[in-house]
């Protein structure tokens, strides 16, 4: 069941979000600075580009000032524009009955593109 969802996922925006991801994580990487950020980019877009099956756990070995303070810059310069967008997305596909288990990923979603540093994703 999980593939079926993650197919028509990736048809109906998943393939497109994910680019963007991706693109903002070569932007990033372009620069030593934005190093950082862009692998979480990354880690982002493979999140978004097959979610169904996945989870996003809290890595405790990876916590720390500087995990706090990078999120503290991801959330300040387009972490909260975009948790919001997958809020008001979520909050979209949930009115309907058969968006539901998208809407679910959305919310998912928002976790990990809120504050990514600190997060790993299994499944």
């Not at 979603?109 to 504050?115: A, H, T």
Request: net charge positive.
């Amino acid at each position: 069941m999980n593939f079926i969802g993650n197919i028509i996922w990736l048809v109906f925006g998943g393939l497109l979000a994910a680019l963007g991801y991706i693109v903002g994580g070569f932007v990033l990487c372009i620069t030593v600075v934005g190093l950082p950020w862009g692998l979480q980019c990354f880690k982002i877009a493979g999140l978004v580009l097959w979610p169904f099956g996945k989870r996003v756990i809290s890595d405790s070995n990876n916590t720390g000032c500087l995990s706090l303070l990078c999120n503290i810059i991801w959330l300040l310069c387009g972490g909260l524009y975009t948790a919001c967008v997958h809020i008001v997305f979520g909050i979209l596909l949930f009115i309907t009955i058969i968006g539901i288990p998208f809407a679910r990923q959305h919310f998912k979603l928002v976790e990990i593109s809120m504050m990514p540093f600190g997060k790993t994703v299994v499944g």
